[in-house]
Nanobody, 128 residues
Framework: QVQLVESGGGSVQAGGSLRLSCVAS????????MGWFRQAPGKERWAVVL???????TYADSVKGRFTISKDNTKNTLYLQMNSLKPEDTAMYYC??????????????????????WGQGTQVTVSS
């Protein structure tokens, strides 16, 4: 049984930083396409960043240069370092995984249905 458990969300002021973690069990982060998605109230969930099995990454333009995705395959854990946070980054953040290499590497085209496994989400709130 696959389980993804996010942590690290919280409330920060604009300009602050947070690091999200997603601990995976039941699958190997080294052999999975993984990503971070976010959903603001009243809006659809969308992909923020993807990391493929070879470590290649793709970011949404709105977070490029501020967010960094990484993974520690020895700990089976995915991370999202978020710097220079803005109020518009406020959302529920979800970790997602799918076995094998990413079928869709364009972060603007990836769909929820491209990922089978999801975490429960962690809330990030950025105040101005």
């Amino acid at each position: 049984q696959v389980q993804l458990v996010e942590s690290g969300g919280g409330s920060v002021q604009a300009g602050g930083s947070l690091r999200l973690s997603c601990v995976a069990s039941g699958l190997s982060t080294s052999r999975s396409c993984m990503g971070w998605f976010r959903q603001a109230p009243g809006k659809e969930r969308w992909a923020v960043v993807l990391i493929d099995t070879d470590g290649s990454t793709t970011y949404a333009d709105s977070v490029k240069g501020r967010f960094t995705i990484s993974k520690d395959n020895t700990k089976n854990t995915l991370y999202l370092q978020m710097n220079s946070l803005k109020p518009e980054d406020t959302a529920m953040y979800y970790c997602a995984a799918d076995l094998g290499a990413c079928e869709e590497t364009d972060v603007t085209a990836v769909l929820d249905s491209d990922f089978v496994h999801w975490g429960q989400g962690t809330q990030v709130t950025v105040s101005s």
